[in-house]
């Protein structure tokens, strides 16, 4: 009755192939500031399996890669994904610096808040400790104000129970376990 049309071949080949890439894909988490519950972040990372920040700093913030400017955009010429981290505009970085004293001298942080509650949630370290980043900031010229935003940074340092998945936002027994985290970050700083 019905004759098989040969053009439905190569479509079926392609929707395979488009599965298959979808299968290799990273899952994005997306999370969420843990006092008012807006969304801050999304990456392909899984935040609480990354390293944290050792003695002598106390915070054990976890150390947060972000995509550098001369990441590849084309992602169809290799099979492998690579990580990617957005912070989204409703993470505000302040206008100025902090100093921070610590035992071994001083740290100067660029916090970043919430949008809503302006919690910080993490921070950026300052250009001067890395030389690299330092070069890049200075050349990109500027009277020094408006430099956080062309300078690009490498990582964020997100501090302990700021943040909560997507997922986790409803199940209390997990909730209370990033409270405790939080609460023994408090007691050691």
């Keep these: 009755m019905s004759t098989p049309d040969p053009q439905l071949q190569p479509d079926d080949q392609s929707l395979q192939q488009e599965q ?3 299968q290799n894909r990273l899952p994005v988490h997306t999370h969420h500031c843990r006092f008012c519950n807006h969304l801050l972040l999304a990456t392909t990372r899984d935040i609480p399996s990354l390293p944290r920040r050792k003695d002598p700093a106390k915070d054990k913030a976890i150390i947060l890669p972000l995509p550098t400017s001369n990441t590849s955009e084309d992602t169809d010429s290799s099979n492998l994904q690579e990580h990617y981290t957005i912070l989204l505009s409703t993470t505000v970085p302040d206008r100025k610096a902090t100093l921070v004293r610590r035992e071994d001298g001083f740290e100067k942080r660029l916090f970043l808040r919430c949008g809503r509650c302006r919690v910080v949630v993490g921070y950026f370290l300052d250009g001067v400790l890395f030389p ?19 300078r690009k940074e490498k990582v964020v340092y997100i501090l302990p129970g700021a943040l909560m998945e997507t997922g986790v ?4 027994g997990r909730l209370k376990g990033v409270d405790d985290e939080w609460r023994g970050w408090r007691v050691e700083v």
């Design 20 to 22: 298959s890439t979808i």
């Design 169 to 172: 936002m409803g199940d209390e």
């Design 132 to 150: 690299m980043t330092s070069v890049a900031a200075s050349a990109s010229g500027g009277d020094g104000e408006g430099e956080e935003d062309e």
